[in-house]
């Protein structure tokens, strides 16, 4: 009886944690996660959003140590494996980034969204065009067309300045034969609604015990 005690208590703290990162209140999450993790410290996820809400927090070391503890845990996971590589592809490692989006791919080999993450690190590595980079997003989630949005056009004022960028709102990208207009995508973004993966909507950990998981933020 105590112990199930405890595993309602870590429960608990792990959904006001996700609360508190939807809202982005990531000091507060970072606590109610630290606290779980003290109650529970096997449970994989905590560690994962852990990662999550100390990357937002601008300590990537912290984070990526904690979603390592995650992989540590669960290696079978591939959430687990891509949202390291997520946080690797935020601090500008695209080539670490797409080592982990490939092992999660091994272990999803079905999954659109591991799917377009593998495409998006070659195409910061200039290994892919712009046409492969949007290959096939019709069903990934509407949070990685917005990182999509933002990362085209980073390139795009990097390679032409802002100005052209606001002017023109186009851009084309030498790996690319078919130009990439921003209008285009914008309507493609508005238009397009995302299905969330059956497989992302409830997770296991390694005891078998059900894990309710929010909507992930790392999309």
Not at 47 to 56: D, N, T
Not at 70 to 89: C, Q, S, T, W, Y
Not at 148 to 155: D, I, K, M, P
């Amino acid at each position: 009886m105590k112990r199930h005690f405890f595993l309602d208590y870590a429960e608990r703290l792990f959904f006001k944690a996700q609360k508190a990162l939807t809202a982005r209140d990531f000091e507060r999450a970072e606590d109610l996660l630290q606290q779980a993790i003290a109650t529970d410290p096997e449970y994989p996820h905590l560690h994962m959003y852990l990662g999550i809400a100390l990357g937002e927090l601008d300590r990537p070391t912290e984070a990526v140590s904690a979603l390592r503890k995650a992989i540590e845990l669960d290696p079978k996971n591939f959430v687990f494996h891509m949202a390291l590589g997520i946080r690797f592809l935020d601090d500008g490692d695209a080539a670490e980034a797409r080592r982990h989006f490939q092992e999660a791919a091994r272990r999803a080999p079905d999954n659109l969204l591991v799917k377009s993450y593998v495409r998006l690190a070659s195409w910061e590595l200039g290994e892919l065009g712009v046409d492969g980079l949007l290959h096939d997003l019709r069903d990934v989630p509407i949070a990685f067309r917005a990182r999509l949005l933002v990362s085209l056009q980073e390139r795009a004022i990097s390679k032409a300045g802002p100005a052209q960028v606001l002017m023109e709102g186009a851009f084309d990208e030498r790996a690319s034969e078919t130009p990439v207009r921003w209008p285009w995508l914008m309507r493609w973004f508005d238009a397009e609604r995302f299905a969330w993966p059956s497989s992302s909507s409830r997770a296991r950990n390694t005891r078998g015990r059900s894990r309710f998981c929010c909507r992930c933020p790392m999309g």
